[in-house]
Nanobody, 115 residues
């Protein structure tokens, strides 16, 4: 089982970034997918969640209206489009796959929002 995040990096405030998480080793379409993040000195927090078929999404209040989660079950990939980025969005972003019985995590990708 692998979840491999990519797309992180340095971005200026107000900028955009798209994160990707490529999944392998399990039946991707059977898993709800989420993005979490962890800033230095803070606990890991949920950012966005998408249902197995992609019909339902929900977001943390702090990113609502700025971030969009989506998935492509044909490509076994989940995305996080991040717009209007703020310095407080700086964190390591993790991809998570969850079913009734199993829970998988990626290794994380760093996003730094700074001028």
């Amino acid at each position: 089982v692998q979840l491999v995040e990519s797309g992180g990096g340095l971005v200026q405030p107000g900028g955009s970034r798209r994160l990707s998480c490529a999944a392998s080793g399990f039946t991707f379409s059977s898993y709800a997918m989420s993005w979490y993040r962890q800033a230095p000195g803070k606990e890991r927090e949920s950012v966005a969640h998408i249902s197995r078929a992609g019909g339902r999404t929900n977001y943390a209040d702090s990113v609502k209206g700025r971030f969009t989660i989506s998935r492509d079950n044909a490509k076994n990939t989940v995305y996080l489009q991040m717009n209007s980025l703020k310095p407080e969005d700086t964190a390591v972003y993790y991809c998570n796959a969850e079913s009734r019985f199993w829970d998988y995590w990626g290794q994380g990708t760093q996003v730094t929002v700074s001028s």
